[in-house]
């Protein structure tokens, strides 16, 4: 069904509209699925026998549940051949809860069209079905709205009667009782006494038992959630069950039962004696969790019911490294050795302020399968992320990591990430990668066994690693690294953003390491600002360069270092750079652009920029996994005091939301409110970076306002 683009409510259709209305019900069910009730829709016994005006014979009332959407009005439509006029309704809705009523004649061939609007009159969802209705009571019908934008579906019930069940939606502990009540309305909204008939839609999670002619006694029985169903004249009220999950908290135990007497950290990440299956949630309260010795998941899923530890909404839980590895060699802190599992939304760091050795351990060590590492924050510790080779099908996902690494005595170490995979997929996307001693990215494997295959970064920011070095202006450390002894095959650098503060960093992107000849990489539409050079281009049978940006005032541009680039493919790069500056490296030869292009027969269609942007360059990039929450990366080349930003594509509107500088991520958001729609102004002054634990040699320096990047969050209201 097309959308009105006038945006105002409850539009008039015509006729050829109505007749397109009836083809696209034939089309698949991403239009607006169906559902109707095992009882059947009865055929009206009397038919019209002209167009002219008749009683109304059937009442139906709607009742919807919006809550989770951003829909304001619901309106609906009613057609039929013997209907001249279309019938509309708007549907009130209050609390969250859209119900009403329609009155419509009799009859078979009865096309219901709904559709929902939000605030500012914008179509959000639509869905249709055609009934025949029979005069008095008619079975219920449920029409499921489909999202016309990145919303929720709507499930929209009509019926001769309305069944509403209380609480509507409630949370329990295992073994937790809830009583359910069940009100019967008719087709007036007057109550109905009658007995109901309850059942669960996921048993596993919860048990229901009647205990009256209207009510029920729900039992917590697993993690999980269900929804609850009292049933009465073909009319089903739902009630939302969730059933949290397994509980470790800092004071836990391993005698706990995992729910009101919570496990230890270990014995959680143990299965809890046995209890924790395939689908479950592990939620770790708030508060800092320590260990003596270093600590390994063994939580194993399956690939249709992966098993997830994740901080407990509202709570901040902080996994202390500090003590529970080697003071004599570097040790991993957090292993995760169970297949298919997920990690996410909790802080993982290490208090110690040694910072002059490499015991620093790796925080948190992939050694399993089918894993996803999901808004993690990592800090202080010696490698932030780290996946041994063999295993595949890895997933890190919008975390942070920031101030990891030791200080050598030559120069830092310790990255962000460390990547390499035997096979891949190996997927890092989404992270913001700031201040470490050593690199942001650092895809690389040494000569053995590893290797450095189907591993894919994008969406990335990397910027400023290697900063807090004794010797940041000749930093070795690049913010991304792709390439090692072993060579790179089938790799993607796509959409990723670095940034070097001025006297900061040699290598922006180190593209293959030492001689290494390299397979094949794509390096596509990245953005990088700094460093001394920009792109360092290593050997390659394959690489395909196109639509990247640098930028850099007296930085070199690209620098490649074969003189065998038959397999190079340079298309629309842009460079923002003086054209005649020797910027532009090939071999061991610096030249201008235009003599650059001509000596190494590449990059015909690269274009040289003289003026940096008139405009700051915003990236916001939502996050998959948590609806309105986001990255925003602003390259404030104008040195605005703010710069505005459009929420509406993250943020709904009427939530709550806050903007948090990463470089403080635990301070104070540098904006919040209600969201009203339309742009938001983000301040750009600087904040000043978090320092790492036990200092370093050079303090980490501020961005702003030349550069700012921020995690957007909200609050369903």
């Not at 909790?346 to 910072?355: A, G, L």
Request: glycine share 12%; net charge negative.
């Amino acid at each position: 069904m097309p959308r009105h683009t006038t945006g105002r409510l409850g539009p008039r259709l015509s006729a050829s509209h109505r007749n397109h209305e009836r083809v696209l019900r034939t089309r698949p069910l991403w239009r607006g699925l169906v559902l109707i009730s095992t009882l059947g829709l009865a055929s009206c016994s009397r038919e019209p026998t002209d167009g002219g005006p008749r009683p109304f014979e059937a009442r139906l009332l709607l009742r919807a549940d919006v809550s989770a959407s951003a829909v304001a009005t619901l309106v609906a439509e009613v057609t039929a051949p013997d209907i001249a006029t279309t019938l509309i309704f708007n549907i009130p809705i209050a609390a969250g809860v859209a119900s009403g009523t329609i009155d419509l004649p009799a009859g078979s061939n009865r096309s219901i069209a709904i559709r929902a609007y939000d605030a500012g009159g914008v179509e959000t969802h639509s869905g249709s079905v055609t009934v025949s209705l029979q005069p008095g009571a008619n079975p219920t019908i449920a029409i499921v709205l489909t999202p016309l934008t990145g919303d929720v579906p709507i499930e929209v019930t009509l019926g001769s009667f309305a069944v509403i069940v209380t609480p509507a939606a409630d949370s329990l502990l295992i073994g937790d009782t809830l009583t359910l009540t069940a009100t019967i309305l008719d087709a007036n909204g007057t109550p109905v006494t009658g007995q109901v008939v309850w059942g669960a839609l996921s048993p596993r999670a919860a048990s229901v038992v009647s205990t009256g002619p209207q009510t029920a006694r729900v039992t917590a029985i697993r993690p999980g959630r269900t929804t609850v169903v009292a049933t009465y004249g073909g009319t089903a009220g739902p009630a939302a069950v969730a059933v949290l999950g397994w509980f470790a908290a800092p004071a836990g135990s391993s005698t706990g039962d995992g729910s009101g007497r919570p496990w230890d950290l270990q014995t959680a990440l143990h299965g809890g004696n046995g209890s924790v299956q395939p689908g479950d949630t592990v939620w770790l309260r708030g508060g800092t969790y320590t260990s003596a010795s270093p600590i390994t998941s063994t939580l194993a899923g399956t690939s249709s019911a992966p098993v997830v530890v994740r901080q407990y909404p509202g709570e901040r839980a902080v996994l202390d490294a500090r003590g529970a590895t080697s003071s004599t060699g570097r040790g991993d802190f957090l292993t995760v050795a169970g297949n298919y599992s997920t990690l996410w939304g909790f802080e993982v760091m290490d208090s110690d302020p040694n910072r002059s050795t490499d015991t620093r351990p790796n925080m948190i060590v992939v050694n399993a399968s089918h894993v996803k590492l999901i808004n993690l924050t990592v800090h202080d510790g010696g490698i932030g992320f780290y996946t041994f080779s063999e295993p595949v099908d890895i997933e890190i996902y919008g975390c942070l990591a920031y101030n990891n690494g030791w200080q050598e005595p030559v120069f830092g170490n310790g990255h962000g990430i460390y990547a390499k995979s035997t096979t891949g997929p190996v997927s890092l996307r989404d992270n913001i990668l700031f201040n470490q001693f050593g690199y942001g990215i650092h895809i690389f494997t040494i000569a053995g066994p590893d290797g450095l295959t189907n591993i894919h970064a994008e969406g990335n920011v990397s910027f400023n690693n290697g900063a807090v070095d004794a010797d940041p202006v000749n930093s070795p450390s690049a913010n991304i690294l792709f390439g090692g002894s072993k060579p790179v095959q089938n790799g993607t650098l796509v959409d990723n953003m670095t940034y070097f503060s001025p006297n900061v960093g040699v290598h922006n992107l180190l593209i293959g390491f030492g001689t290494t000849l390299n397979q094949d990489l794509t390096v596509r539409n990245n953005y990088a600002v700094g460093g001394m050079l920009l792109l360092d281009v290593g050997w390659w049978q394959s690489l395909t360069l196109t639509d990247n940006s640098l930028f850099g005032s007296i930085s070199d541009m690209i620098w490649l270092r074969d003189s065998t680039v038959s397999g190079f493919q340079l298309a629309n790069n842009r460079y923002y750079r003086d054209p005649s500056a020797d910027a532009w490296g090939y071999i061991n030869t610096d030249y201008g652009f235009a003599d650059w292009q001509r000596v190494s027969g590449v990059g015909a269609t690269d274009r040289v920029v003289t003026n940096d942007p008139a405009e700051p360059k915003v990236f916001l990039r939502p996050n998959r996994y948590e609806p309105g929450r986001a990255n925003l990366i602003i390259y404030n080349w104008t040195r605005q005091g703010t710069v505005p930003v459009d929420l509406s594509g993250i943020v709904r509107m009427g939530d709550r939301y806050e903007v948090r500088n990463v470089q403080d991520f635990f301070g104070a958001p540098v904006l919040s409110g209600t969201y009203t729609g339309g742009p938001v102004d983000v301040p750009m002054a600087g904040v000043t970076p978090v320092a790492p634990i036990g200092g370093s040699p050079t303090p980490p320096p501020q961005t702003g306002p030349d550069f700012g990047v921020f995690v957007i969050t909200s609050t369903r209201q």
